[in-house]
């Protein structure tokens, strides 16, 4: 079983930068596969971004590509997201998630979650 402790969310002006963590509990991190998801007032949750276990396959969002990167620190059990470029629209909670199963888009597919952690893009 792994816990998740999302950070760094906070305001910015459209068109800045962020970086949110998560930060993992147990010693099996480097199992996992992790994603990212945000969800906004009044919509579902939805996909933002994978990385496999080693770090060595991404998979973004249509809506993110080229603006956003995941990335994994094993030896910190943490996983990032680096957002440049945002948009007031993506104004929402970001929650990670972990799965020991391959990455995918899906909630579903997910097994644990983080409470999530604020990011509000003002224009």
């Known amino acids: 079983q792994v816990q998740l402790v999302e950070s760094g969310g906070g305001l910015v002006q459209a068109g800045g930068s962020l970086r949110v963590s998560c930060a993992a509990s147990?010693?099996?991190?480097?199992?996992?596969?992790m994603g990212w998801f945000r969800q906004a007032p009044g919509k579902e949750r939805e996909f933002v971004a994978a990385?496999?276990?080693?770090?060595?396959?991404?998979y973004y969002a249509d809506s993110v590509k080229g603006r956003f990167t995941i990335s994994r620190d094993n030896a910190r059990n943490t996983v990032y997201l680096q957002m440049n470029s945002l948009k007031p629209e993506e104004t929402a909670v970001y929650y990670c998630?972990?799965?020991?199963?391959?990455?995918?888009?899906?909630?579903?597919?997910?097994?644990?979650w983080g409470q999530g952690t604020q990011v509000t893009v003002s224009s």
């Open positions: 998630a972990a799965t020991t199963r391959r990455p995918s888009s899906s909630r579903t597919v997910y097994d644990y």
């Open positions: 147990g010693r099996t991190f480097s199992s996992y596969t």
């Open positions: 990385i496999s276990w080693t770090g060595g396959w991404t």
